[in-house]
């Protein structure tokens, strides 16, 4: 079966390739992915794919049936949208749309999806039951495009195996990596506004210094991490945003921040919410001033099934071969898959995209992939999908 796949997986690599470069060069933000929704689904038609679109808007759901399509479900998923940034690469596909930028590989994703459906469409003599292509969108933005397909009912033929993979710059083309278990972390967004008195700096005494008390906030909710949680689940609290719009001489009446917080544990991770509103809450008004706190509940943490993430390692191993498949360690970053995994057994697993000689970071105005990626992705994502099915 391996070399079948590779085989008809060939004919498709350019097709593929060409696939990305328009998606790349057509990006979307989240949400209002309606080109890219209607190129897909040009492209599902040119090969009399089956599908039905208009999920949450901009979403496509295609379907193979295999033999007994009724026997079990497998689904496949890429996302489709792209991050407000603005490319700086100079390629014939970059970016055609002002300060939007497929910079986290969603084109690829895509891509290399459509690819892996038109390896399994000629197989569907091969295998029993059905597989679904889930191009999904809104993975960038909360609530998360996954968590909306999955209320409009995604999942309720309660799929055997979900599986999705995403570029990784960090591995060299012809190599991926998995981890079983616990993956990725929850993301909560925290918005918290500081107000108190301003004026002139030289007259501290007669204000209420919001900057002051901005300052002890961020430091002092970085307890909660470092003594609060629990030693062995790793827990990362960061701001990465500080408005004061004052000056030298002028302290101003509010202060804006922005920053996230990501665990791994539910429970905690709720606990936490309450502690950093008590802290930045009697900060602020042992200082005479007061703060809106507001956190946007994210993500979930992700998790991989250990079965199919045991399948999915074996089917890798067979395709590319044991010593191009890796160990992940967990991550920080987060994925609204995540919502798919704690519902259906899932496995999310990184694919390397790197030439070997220039770093292309994710989310960056340079993030790029190499394209011999589509020599092995289209493949190996048929042949996992195959393997899930059989078991």
Not at 133 to 148: C, H, M, N, S, T
Not at 295 to 315: H, M, R, S, W
Not at 324 to 346: C, G, H, K, W
């Amino acid at each position: 079966m391996i070399e079948k796949v590779r085989n008809i997986a060939k004919k498709y690599v350019l097709e593929a390739v060409n696939i990305r470069k328009h998606l790349h060069a057509h990006p979307e933000l989240s949400f209002k992915e309606f080109e890219t929704s209607k190129f897909i689904q040009t492209v599902l038609k040119k090969y009399d794919i089956p599908f039905t679109a208009g999920h949450v808007e901009t979403g496509i759901i295609a379907t193979i049936k295999g033999k007994n399509p009724t026997a079990k479900e497998i689904l496949l998923r890429a996302d489709l949208d792209a991050l407000p940034i603005a490319e700086d690469n100079n390629v014939d596909y970059k970016s055609k749309n002002k300060g939007v930028m497929h910079a986290c590989g969603h084109d690829f994703h895509s891509a290399s999806l459509i690819g892996t459906a038109l390896i399994l469409n000629e197989l569907k003599e091969d295998f029993n039951g059905t597989i679904k292509f889930v191009f999904q969108p809104g993975e960038e933005k909360i609530p998360g495009g996954a968590k909306l397909m999955i209320e409009g009912g995604l999942l309720n033929n309660k799929p055997k195996a979900c599986i999705a993979q995403h570029v990784y710059p960090d591995l060299q083309v012809g190599k991926v990596g998995f981890k079983s278990g616990l993956y990725m972390a929850s993301a909560d967004e925290i918005y918290i506004t500081v107000k108190g008195k301003g004026g002139h700096a030289a007259l501290p005494h007669l204000l209420n210094d919001p900057v002051l008390m901005t300052s002890q906030i961020i430091t002092n909710l970085q307890q909660i991490v470092s003594r609060s949680n629990k030693p062995n689940n790793p827990s990362v609290l960061s701001f990465g945003y500080v408005n004061a719009e004052g000056e030298t001489n002028i302290i101003p009446d509010t202060v804006q921040i922005k920053g996230t917080f990501r665990t791994f544990d539910e429970k905690w991770r709720f606990i936490a919410h309450e502690k950093m509103k008590k802290i930045a809450s009697s900060i602020c008004e042992s200082a005479g001033g007061y703060c809106d706190f507001d956190i946007k509940v994210g993500y979930p943490f992700l998790v991989n099934d250990e079965q199919i993430t045991k399948i999915a390692i074996n089917a890798a191993e067979k395709y590319l071969g044991k010593e191009n498949v890796i160990n992940l360690d967990l991550r920080m970053t987060s994925e609204d898959f995540a919502y798919i995994s704690q519902s259906s057994p899932s496995c999310f697993y990184r694919i390397g995209t790197s030439d070997g000689k220039t770093s292309k970071r994710l989310h960056t105005s340079t993030f790029d992939i190499d394209e011999k990626v589509f020599s092995i992705s289209s493949g190996l994502m048929a042949f996992i999908a195959l393997m899930q099915i059989s078991k």
